[in-house]
């Protein structure tokens, strides 16, 4: 049974950072890409950013470019979310997610994704 696990979520004053983390286990198949994606209250679900395991391919929301970085660590099954600059509009839930024979055009569309983590609140104050 796969399970993701985030972590590193809290609240920051606005130009703050934050590190989220995410731990994945008990795959059968490795996912081919590995996604962020956050949730404010009353807005649907959107991706942040999504890397490809294999190759280390990256994209980006445009909302967050130059101040989001995702990474990973294959060897320990973890993607990362460093996060700077934040503002008060990047206030949501985050939520990481694995998937399967995704792809590049459609990397931050929630619906490509066969498994998600619980989410981690990220507060950002003015």
């Known amino acids: 049974q796969v399970q993701l696990v985030e972590s590193g979520g809290g609240s920051v004053q606005a130009g703050g950072s934050l590190r989220l983390s995410c731990a994945g286990s008990?795959?059968?198949?490795?996912?081919?890409?590995m996604g962020w994606f956050r949730q404010a209250p009353g807005k649907e679900r959107e991706g942040v950013a999504a890397i490809f395991t294999f190759g280390g391919s990256t994209y980006y929301a445009d909302s967050v470019k130059g101040r989001f970085t995702i990474s990973q660590d294959n060897a320990k099954n973890t993607v990362y979310l460093q996060m700077i600059s934040l503002k008060p509009e990047d206030t949501a839930l985050y939520y990481c997610?694995?998937?399967?024979?995704?792809?590049?055009?459609?990397?931050?569309?929630?619906?490509?994704?066969?498994?998600w983590g619980q989410g981690t609140q990220v507060t950002v104050s003015s």
């Open positions: 997610a694995a998937g399967r024979g995704v792809f590049t055009p459609v990397a931050l569309e929630p619906g490509e994704y066969n498994y």
């Open positions: 008990g795959y059968t198949y490795s996912p081919n890409v």
